[in-house]
């Protein structure tokens, strides 16, 4: 996996790196509150927090992606990370393909 | 907001954190067949709601939830009055040692401006409205709007980014308040 960064604008670029694991880290949090709050054990009050929180977060990294034009680089990043991880469970579901892999290399 | 795009491996995080992995591994480091470094890992990482489904950290669970519940605090107002417009903004200390801008929420009131800081709760700045007067001035800070407050005590500089929402807010809770004096 490649992950290319400009080099006229490694800022950028180091900075679209850092707001795509941002992200991720932000959906999974969305999802695993989802979950908690689905499961019933927060009270209202919680809830209206979590919620609120979470709701700011996704603002201010959208903001963040605007303000530097860092929207094409994050996703670019994210498609990449994507792409890996297909690859990787790929490779669990079908193991024979490890070994067409190997045959290709020989 | 973009719509919500399928992201695999957010996917495949969450699934793992859903179902939770089990870590157990031993390791030595060894050089030249001496063994010099020993590793003994156990770990466990899941969701917090898988985690309580096998009762493991339950207690902590709720004693973080309790303090949290415990530090929150409210703004204290007078009876009748309600808070019209929040916003997050900043007061410019220069007494003592430290000179800086101190954030907090500003919140205009039928009665007061107050600037609140959540913890540990206190009110940092609050006068009442009738005689407040507020003025534009140049900004230090390139992103950022600065007010001068004049009150009966003296002088404030303050610093918010919506500037002419707050302004707003502040000229409706003052025609609010002379309504109801008169």
Redesign the interface.
């Known amino acids: 996996m490649a992950i290319n960064l400009d080099e006229k604008n490694l800022k950028n670029g180091l900075l679209g790196l850092v707001v795509a694991l941002v992200e991720i880290i932000q959906e999974l949090l969305e999802r695993q509150a989802l979950r908690r709050i689905e499961g019933g054990s927060l009270s209202d009050a919680e809830v209206e927090r979590l919620g609120q929180s979470l709701c700011e977060l996704a603002e201010s990294l959208e903001k963040i992606k605007k303000d530097n034009d860092i929207e094409d680089a994050v996703l670019s990043v994210r498609d990449g990370l994507d792409e890996a991880a297909d690859e990787l469970l790929e490779k669990f579901i079908n193991p024979e393909t490890w070994l067409d892999d190997r045959e290709k290399e020989h | ?1 973009n719509p919500q795009r399928d ?4 996917e ?3 699934r793992l ?2 179902k939770g992995a089990i870590i157990n591994a031993d390791l030595i480091i060894t050089v030249a067949g001496i063994p010099l470094i020993g590793l003994n890992l156990r770990a466990a990482l899941a ?3 898988t985690m ?1 489904e096998y009762g493991i950290m339950e207690d902590w669970d709720k004693s973080s ?1 309790e303090l949290y ?1 415990s530090q929150e605090t409210h703004l204290p107002l007078i009876p009748g009055e309600q808070v019209l417009y929040k916003a997050f903004g900043y007061i410019w200390q220069d007494e003592g040692i430290v000179k800086s801008w101190v954030p907090g929420i500003w919140n205009v009131t039928n009665e007061r401006l107050i600037l609140w800081v959540k913890t540990p709760g206190k009110a940092i700045f609050e006068t009442p409205l009738p005689s407040l007067r507020i003025f534009r001035v140049p900004a230090s800070h390139e992103t950022r709007q600065e007010l001068e407050l004049v009150y009966p005590e003296g002088r404030a500089r303050i610093s918010l980014s919506e500037r002419d929402e707050f302004e707003a807010a502040l000229a409706r809770a003052t025609t609010e308040t002379t309504a109801i004096s008169v």
């Open positions: 907001m992201s695999s491996l957010v495949i995080l969450d954190l859903n969701s917090m709601e309580l939830r519940a």
